[in-house]
């Protein structure tokens, strides 16, 4: 369900003055999805969705509870703020619980709600369903995929004035295509669901499905690699989930130095790698809204091989004498002019990976990742791709990937196949990339 | 709620379903979060709304609101009418579903007590005492604790006949002790599963002896030694061959994965169909039962999201491969004529798909203790409790850490070490096992967070074994400096 911003900041507006003197922060988000499945060339499950959820959340000095209901009933509302009430009085006191925060200013950020997207339907979703399925059908291809069009909106307010609206729209398009013993895959996630090239991603599976098939067997070792934008936005948001200050304070992170101290400061990957995050970035808008309603702003977390920010939550920032550095919505790395056949071109002997697939952490201390390759392998040699191989598991850190970087190419927006969600991102040529094993997966 | 059902029902036939289903639910979610003896977060939740599945034009269409009314009603279901003939432009064949008899029943979790009735305070000064117990050890620099209460209560009904009402509870704690030291850290948690319970889970355990003991251990572990790459024999305790029988039996063997509906996504599998009754997924030991039957168990219940009432099946049997988990729709998909049982969505708001049930390796028939076990291993590695985890979208290439891995040699456990994970193909490892210890042994464990689908849902299961060895399975090495 999806509020307008007059009904909505008059709801959380009754809440507050119907619970006057009270310490709270109320929050109404909604939304609206709907999304269809395909599979073996035909639509499996098609659905319409809707959520809705207040938020709670009542402090007394260093006590805090939080109730959450998906109603705007009078009666429910009065319900949530009785029930975070009474937790917030059984909680014992919280030294690390910073007070609310007064009204603060945002960014302005691109376009984020496309009602194109928002009114998409059921049956233009079919459409491009049906398009990529009669495509796949002429190579006796089998496809399968998803695609998610929807609208989002949430605000808060609390009793010191704090108060913002957001409202957003969503498209995501991912497909698989495989067959003969090959397999392709690409997807995109947009605000704007005009952007989504469902004939381009499905041309581009078609062709990566029809190119992986009857893969040469290569043995597990260290490899120069090609990264496809889609793997590497994969692995940079796993490096950035790990960026919090505080585990790296307290020798938890692979940031850890000893003694309290992190790696702030320090040259710990090539100098050609700048990582930022930027919630105005036109390629990847993002929310500008932070841990506790912080506003977000341009944050740079890795500066020509040298970390420059780290999340500082309020509490830590405060402890460590810093200004807060907010969890970012989005990750943007800079890249090169070249294109991804330049970096195979430069190859004498490689592996170009298309995406990858189940990523863990192995040992957050040196942030090493296990996870595998998926649709699509190729041997490169002599600057031309050769041939398909077998997919594999890897076990590397980020950290490496970065430090060994030989080469990239202009960033894209990519979704990354294991998280998910898009950054803005190269191409990466690497050096000594660890493959541990084969995986006969197709 | 009958009222609000029958209406969904009979306008969906109205405007031309030939089958429909609504599922009215109401989850409640307690959640308490503590760290070094301070408590974070006190999270009380509840999400109540209503889903409509219709099968109209011989596809499926779905549609649901939060909004517990008549008139929603009637909107919801014309809505899943016109999303189910979008679909039926791009169909294969028309979904048929198994039959299953019509039930008119209640069932609900077997709990003692009710864990929303428990005073919060109790549960707070249980999180405190645990994280103090475990940061009075020396070397522990945080504690962290959480205690989760779900209910969810459902209420099915269908046009074959069903009105059917759930209340399934759980239970799930989880407290954790990081060690630190001057260029490491690890951690170690209290080995106690979620289970379909009250709070007599959390009375039944000595929390304060076992948040020493753990806290210990995690010190041990972090002055632990790496371990060395190579092949060992390997004891695998139930709170660890949960995840295990998880990725590498649970997930295989959905027969939605088999015929490619979840190719997009979480992948396919090794296991075609042309393999049933074929396959040799490992050792003779190896008898793998599916079901929503244990007591207790975290997919245990009367009936399923399909209304398919609670039954037992075999999987894995002598080490065969003989059956997939299904539903109504995909039983005849393998000439069967009747579901599994395995339908579950995760909300009012989603679609239910195939879904794992309880799925558990039986015990050894010949009595054999976990002392015995160890007794008569040479050289080998016992690993307790989950840690990383990973497999490729066939299941066939897995690597699976541990919570905490000891040494085994001549037949003792020797030291801790630290920093390894075992890697190996589904079916090798499966041939490797050699021996399960017996009924005595076998403990009820379980997997609290799984995803699938698209978009993606989240499902608990159980995974229930007596400890097992495995022979000469490949170790690597997690271990290293940046």
Known sequence: MILEEKEIKGLLENIMAENPGKEMSVGVSGNERGSTRFANNAITTNGVYNRLELYVEVTKGKKRGIAVVNELSKAAILEAVHRADALADVAPENAELMPM??????????????????????????????????????????????????????????????????????????????????????????????????????DRALKTALDSRAPKSLAPGKYTVILE???????????????????????????????????????????????????????????????????????????????????????????????????????????????????????????????????????????????????GVFWIENGKVTHPVNNFRFNESPVNVLKNVEMMSRPVRAVGGETGRSAFVPALKVKEFNFASVSDAV | ????????????????????????????????????????????????????????????????????????????????????????????????????????????????????????????????????????????????????????????????????????FFTYPNFTAVAVGPDDSQTRSIQVPPEQKGYELIESVDWVELAGKTAEEAVQKLKARQGAEGKKDLI???????????????????????????????????????????????????????????????????????????????????????????????????NEKESKGCAFADSWSSFPLQR????????????LTLDQLIADTKDGLLFDGMGSFSIDQQRYNFQFGGDAVWEIKNGKIGDMVKNVAYQSKTTDFWGSLDAVCSKEAWENWGVFGCGKGEPGQSARMGHSSAPSRFRQVNIISAGGKL
């Not at chain 1, 002997?349 to 998926?374: A, C, E, Q």
């Not at chain 2, 011989?58 to 009603?73: I, P, Q, R, T, Y």
Request: hydrophobic share 40%; proline share 5%; net charge neutral.
């Open chain 2, 356 to 367: 794992m049930p309880n799925i558990w390796l039986k015990p050894g028939e010949k009595p």
């Open chain 1, 229 to 375: 934008p889609a793997a590497v936005a994969d692995l940079v948001f796993f490096l950035g989930y790990n960026f919090a200050a505080r585990e790296a304070d307290e020798g938890r992170s692979f940031l850890s130095l000893g003694e309290g101290k992190n790696r702030l400061g320090e040259k710990l990957v090539s100098s050609q790698i700048t990582i930022y995050s930027d919630p105005a970035f036109p390629e990847v808008p993002a929310f500008p809204v932070g841990e506790d309603g912080l506003p977000l702003k341009k944050t740079v977390w890795i500066e020509k091989g040298v970390i420059k920010n780290l999340i500082y939550t309020r509490y830590w920032a405060e402890k460590k004498g810093r200004e807060p550095v907010p969890f970012p919505q989005n990750i943007i790395m800079e890249g090169q002019i070249n294109t991804v056949e330049d970096l195979i071109k430069s190859t004498e002997k490689g592996v170009l990976v298309s995406r990858f697939w189940y990523i863990r952490d192995l040992n957050p201390m040196i942030l090493l990742l296990t996870g595998l390759t998926r649709d």
């Open chain 1, 101 to 202: 925060l007064g009204p603060q200013t945002y960014p302005d950020v691109p376009a984020l709600y496309f009602p194109s997207t928002a009114d998409f339907s059921p049956g233009r979703r079919a459409d491009a369903i049906i398009a990529v399925n009669e495509k796949a059908k002429k190579r006796d291809l089998s496809a399968a995929g998803f695609f998610e069009t929807g609208s989002y909106a949430s605000a808060s307010l609390n009793s010191k004035g704090l108060y913002y609206y957001v409202k957003a729209t969503r498209s995501y398009y991912s497909n698989t295509l495989r067959g003969g013993g090959g397999s392709g895959w690409a997807s995109a996630e947009e605000e704007n669901v005009d952007k989504i090239a469902t004939g381009d991603l499905s």
């Open chain 2, 1 to 168: 709620m009958k009222d609000l059902a029958e209406l969904a029902l009979d306008t969906a036939k109205s405007k031309g379903a030939s089958y429909a289903d609504i599922r009215i639910c109401r989850y409640r979610n307690q959640y308490i979060f503590g760290r070094d003896k301070r408590i974070e977060t006190t999270a009380d939740t509840e999400d109540v709304g209503f889903g409509i599945r219709v099968i109209a034009n011989g596809a499926w269409g779905f549609a649901s609101s939060c909004k517990l009314d008549k008139d929603e009603v009637q909107r919801i279901a014309v809505l899943a009418i016109e999303v189910a003939k979008a679909s039926s432009r791009l169909l294969r064949q028309p979904v048929e579903l198994a039959p299953e008899p019509a039930y008119e029943d209640h069932w609900q979790s077997p709990i003692q007590k009710n864990p929303f009735k428990i005073p919060m305070e109790k549960k707070i000064d249980l999180i405190l005492k645990v994280n103090g117990e475990m940061l009075k050890v020396n070397g522990i620099k945080v504690a962290t604790a959480f205690l989760n209460f779900n209910e969810m209560w459902k209420y099915f009904a269908s046009t074959d006949g069903s009105f059917i009402e759930q209340d399934l």
């Open chain 2, 236 to 334: 695998l305790l139930p709170s660890h061959l949960c995840l295990t029988m998880h990725e590498s039996i649970g997930h295989a063997t959905e027969l939605d994965r088999a015929l490619g509906w979840e190719a997009d996504m979480a992948g396919t599998t090794f296991v075609t169909p042309d393999k049933m009754g074929k396959l040799q997924y490992g050792s003779p030991l190896m008898n793998i039962v599916g079901d929503k039957l244990i007591p207790h168990a975290l997919a245990t219940v009367g009936y399923d999201d399909d209304g398919v009432k609670a039954r037992r099946f075999d999987i894995i049997k002598e080490g065969i491969f003989v059956g997939y988990q299904t539903t109504r729709e995909l039983a005849r998909f393998v």
